[in-house]
């Protein structure tokens, strides 16, 4: 009798510990977004009169200011620089690495060995270490201050991470392409008509992926697109100062919002491109 | 039993080279013995055998080939190529109207130039070993194949080929060429002063002896090393066991409203990281609400990213790395722990293993196992994590003791401000030249003691 009750007891400490934890960290994770989500709401536009975590007084004039008053910060355009970017660099990344991946883990060509510990080699650089030369190339081919030299580096870039594409296409049997070679479809055809319909988790986790890189990145925006008015939203948020915060917060909320429902709408392919990539490596 | 054949690995390797290149020599012999004049009409101009067997688009392809290659070796190729070896002769002098070298324009043309000559040798070999193949077939007694067969053919047997060109030329131009570029750099006196319009030349190994022998740049290359090694451990691991923790708790059977509880770290996940940085930046500021409520408490305002606060700064770059990517270590956890099986569990609580026990022999040599390369992938993020100090302590350059970097910089950020701020190019490229080096010692240390990376095939 005694035994069962200090079981009990201890059920309900553990019950009690494990949602003390979570709302822990429902707070360390959530309170900084609403504290951005509500300072975007701020009447007042500096950090120095915010104080501390809630403002006193609420109104949409950030927003608005955003949109209109773009003498200094033209929002609008960084926007459509950004979405123009971040969607011309999903589509072309995304084909040139699942393309790249199905190859990989399809063919068994003579080369394929080497390709394979040539990326690996080639991804322990430091990604920085590029920096300077990709600027002096653009530099040659007069791609500075052009959305299209973005998109072309992005794009060229996206097929050294097909590692984990090529992990979801190893998990598809490849009896399945046999049977359809041996009823006379060419390589092409099995991979349009057989394996593109079954690989609807790992597209979407592509895409997705390709989509927030650029679509977050600042340092080459930053470093190819010297005009303001060719900015990403990235780096024309980098520019703004504490006295801005407001419009900072606004601005974060903004851009940060349509990648967040995306996210949500798409977490479990995420989980299942994820997992797919680190369990057959 | 592993052990043996890993320590006779290079030599059986050499060998089997050595195998292959008579293999090939021996191919290659027996075609110039055996090929015909038109195997010989294409070695000397490509495509003209082909033409001599009706493939008349291909071979006017591969002359096309052959003469567009021509025209650029006279125009550009050739003064590329050894422009790389003298990186420029004549100074600029604008009193004598001198236009000059550009010294570093003409090491990247020159790269340009060797990527071109490999792409055309590689078509040069597709055309002789094509021309012989066809030759061979029609000895055989069938007839040449046609230009639409061809084209059939890339898209089923060799549709690799196909696919794989596009890809291939960009990582040359936009990888390697690059990395090729900096690791170049790295032997030169490319910066500082020597900068275009004034001429680069060869050094060397003198950048790395400036940075390991005793001088200004050597005690801030080893305080930041030590630093960024201690960080990227302990990011990884607060990060790794943190996602692992959350997991676990969000997988027991009392918690209800699991997707409640998932949406937090989700949303932390779902933020671009530059906003995240940003706004933690803001709320430790000087004047941020965290120090307006230190004041208001009659406290005085700490300068938590300041230039003279080391820990505090750091501490802060640790909760922010994990407040980004703690959630991605969750979700991968979770996707694995669905993966685990039950029964073993099951046994476990018979035999009377309690919670700590089955994590500790079973949860954690699972979940370890089967996610070593993402840990490898996460430590090698974190040694190279560039955005949290670049964004949080912005407002301070440098530190005192250091050389062009402040005291919670990594070598990242050094490099950073070496070569994009202030122009130190070579050294910077000697940095990354020694960060690669550390990076893939690490992992070919963990590749060969961990199992699950040569265990590609078992999976399937």
């Known amino acids: 009798m005694k035994k069962s009750k200090s079981i009990k007891v201890s059920r309900t400490a553990d019950v009690v510990i494990t949602y003390a934890i979570l709302i822990a960290v429902a707070i360390f994770f959530f309170f900084p977004c609403l504290w951005l989500i509500l300072s975007s709401f701020s009447d007042s536009g500096s950090l120095y009169t915010l104080n501390g975590f809630f403002p006193e007084a609420f109104s949409f004039q950030n927003y608005i200011d955003l949109f209109t008053d773009t003498q200094m910060y033209n929002y609008p355009e960084w926007f459509g620089n950004t979405l123009f970017v971040a969607v011309m660099s999903c589509i072309f990344g995304t084909l040139l690495t699942i393309l790249t991946a199905y190859c990989m883990s399809r063919f068994k060509f003579k ?40 998109i072309l580096i992005y794009s060229a870039q996206a097929p050294m991470g097909y590692m984990v594409q090529k992990g979801f296409f190893d998990t598809i049997p490849s009896s399945i392409d046999e049977a359809a070679r041996l009823d006379g479809a060419t390589n092409f055809q099995v991979f349009l008509k057989i394996i ?25 925006p930053q470093l190819l697109l010297p005009t303001m008015d060719n900015w990403t939203v990235a780096v024309g948020l980098m520019y703004l100062d504490e006295t801005e915060f407001a419009r900072f917060a606004a601005g974060s909320i903004f851009i940060g919002v349509p990648i967040v429902i995306l996210y949500f709408c798409l977490v479990k392919y995420m989980v299942n491109g994820m997992s797919a990539g680190a369990v057959k490596e | 039993m592993a052990d043996i054949g890993y320590k006779s690995a ?16 021996d191919a290659f012999c027996a075609m110039l013995r055996h090929g015909n004049i038109r195997v010989a009409c294409s070695m000397l101009l490509m495509g003209t055998g082909q033409m001599m067997y009706r493939q008349w688009v291909k071979g006017a392809l591969y002359l096309l080939v052959q003469a567009g290659f021509i025209v650029y070796l006279v125009m550009a190729g050739a003064r590329d190529f050894f422009g790389l070896f003298t990186l420029g002769s004549v ?34 070999v597709a055309n002789v070993r094509g021309i012989y193949a066809t030759q061979l077939r029609v000895e055989a007694g069938k007839k040449p194949t046609t230009f639409r067969q061809d084209v059939a053919q890339m898209f089923d047997r060799k549709f690799y080929r196909t696919v794989l060109f596009l890809p291939v030329i960009g990582v040359c131009i936009f990888n390697v060429l ?38 200004e740049y050597t005690t801030t290359f080893f305080k930041i090393l030590g630093w960024n090694i201690l960080w990227a451990v302990a990011s990884t691991a607060i990060n790794y066991f943190g996602g692992l923790a959350l997991a676990l708790l969000l997988n027991k059977k009392c918690v209800k409203g699991k997707v409640f509880w998932r949406f937090f770290p989700i949303l932390a996940y779902a933020i671009p990281g530059f906003i995240t940085m940003l706004g933690f930046k803001y709320m430790f500021a000087n004047g941020g609400p965290i120090n307006y409520y230190i004041t208001q408490g009659g406290g005085e305002a700490i300068f938590f990213l300041g ?34 099986s039950k029964d073993q569990y099951e046994a476990a609580k018979i035999d009377g293993a309690n919670a700590f026990q089955q994590f500790w022999y079973l949860t954690l040599p699972f979940v370890v196992f089967a996610t070593m390369p993402v840990i490898l992938s996460q430590f090698i ?80």
């Open chain 1, 111 to 150: 080369s394929r060995k080497a390709l394979m510990k040539t990326t690996l080699v080639l991804g322990m650089f430091p990604s920085f270490m590029a920096m300077t030369a990709v600027f002096l190339l653009m530099t040659q081919f007069n791609f500075i201050n052009n959305h299209w030299g973005l």
């Open chain 1, 196 to 220: 593109l319909p079954l690989s609807k988790p790992i597209l979407v986790y592509t895409a997705l992926t390709s989509f927030t890189w650029p679509w977050s990145d600042f340092i080459l």
């Open chain 2, 10 to 25: 290079p030599r059986e390797w050499l060998e089997h080279l050595a195998k292959k290149l008579k293999e090939k020599w």
């Open chain 2, 91 to 124: 100074e600029a002098n604008p009193w004598y109207g001198i236009e000059g070298d550009n010294s570093v324009i003409m090491l990247i043309t020159g790269i340009l130039s060797i990527i071109v000559m490999v792409i055309y040798v590689s078509l040069y």
């Open chain 2, 178 to 215: 690059p990395i090729v570029f900096m690791i170049l750099i790295a032997f030169t006196n490319y910066g500082g002063d020597i900068v275009p319009p004034k001429l680069v030349d060869w050094v060397g190994f003198e950048n790395f002896g400036k940075l390991v022998a005793v001088g």
């Open chain 2, 307 to 340: 230039a003279n606060s080391t820990w505090p700064a750091r501490l802060i770059g640790l909760m922010v790395n994990a407040w980004i990517s703690i959630p991605s270590s969750m979700l991968l956890a979770t996707g694995i722990l669905s993966n685990a």
């Open chain 2, 381 to 460: 993020g974190n040694f190279n994590n560039f955005g949290v100090f670049y964004f949080l302590r912005s407002d301070v350059s440098t530190s005192a003791g250091y050389v062009l970097a402040n005291d919670t910089d990594l070598l990242i950020n050094w490099l950073y401000k070496m070569s994009i701020d202030n122009n130190y190019y070579s050294i910077g490229a000697a940095i990354s030249l020694i960060i690669f080096i550390i990076t893939s010692v690490i992992s070919l240390v963990v590749y060969v003691f961990s199992p699950s990376y040569r265990q590609e095939e078992t999976y399937r």
